[in-house]
């Protein structure tokens, strides 16, 4: 047998009928990281997951995210959040109500303006870049420039639909456009 496995240094004094156990510790270093990634992880949990309010969980991270990107479009978060994405049907509305509500008499059978209105088909705008701000336009109205407030006359939803409509219509070059008005927007 191999005297050198006898010395007691290289048992502890764990012995079970006899059979002892080595005393082979891991190193030093494996040791404290095993322990580091105890502590890093009790942070960890502790930071993101436990740690009350402190907005770095799943659900304030996607909120968050999801304000950005309403910030992005254009949209008051939780206001306006439909304003942005219009479906056909909202679009074909909105060309209806651009018709029987009379935007046409101010802004022209093709959205093109006229000695009144402005025209909606070009990238300038009086009132704002965003759809938020061509809602707001419309419920508000600008009545001292001649812009009728619809607010009463339309639901918020057809707002947003007629809204779609001239978005549609953007870019659409009509014959007799008015010259520009507003600010250009990217
Ligand atoms: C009686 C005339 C009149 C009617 C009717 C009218 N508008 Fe206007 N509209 C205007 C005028 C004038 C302006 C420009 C206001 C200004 O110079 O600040 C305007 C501005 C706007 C703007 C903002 C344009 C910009 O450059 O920021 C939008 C959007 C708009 N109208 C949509 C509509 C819609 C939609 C309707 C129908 C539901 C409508 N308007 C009906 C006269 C009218």
């Avoid at 105890?38 to 909120?63: C, K, M, T, W």
Wanted: hydrophobic share 35%; proline share 6%; aromatic share 10%.
């Amino acid at each position: 047998m191999n005297t050198k496995l006898q010395d007691d240094k290289y048992f502890s004094d764990h012995d079970y009928d006899g059979i002892k156990e080595l005393n082979n510790p891991s190193p030093y270093w494996v040791l404290f990281l095993f322990l580091g990634t105890i502590a890093f992880s009790l942070f960890y949990a502790v930071h993101y997951f436990g740690y009350p309010n402190n907005g770095r969980d799943q659900v304030s991270e996607y909120n968050k995210q999801m304000a950005e990107a309403g910030k992005q479009l254009g949209q008051n978060p939780g206001e306006l959040s439909a304003a942005v994405i219009f479906t056909k049907e909202q679009v074909a509305e909105g060309s209806k109500l651009f018709l029987e509500k009379g935007c046409i008499a101010c802004h022209g059978m093709k959205l093109e303006g006229n000695a009144i209105g402005p025209n909606l088909t070009d990238k300038f705008w009086i009132h704002g870049c965003k759809p938020a701000d061509l809602v707001k336009v419309v419920m508000e109205g600008v009545p001292e420039k001649g812009m009728v407030p619809f607010k009463t006359m339309l639901t918020e939803a057809q707002i947003k639909s007629v809204v779609g409509y001239i978005l549609s219509m953007n870019g659409s070059n009509p014959p007799n456009a008015k010259a520009p008005q507003g600010v250009e927007c990217k």
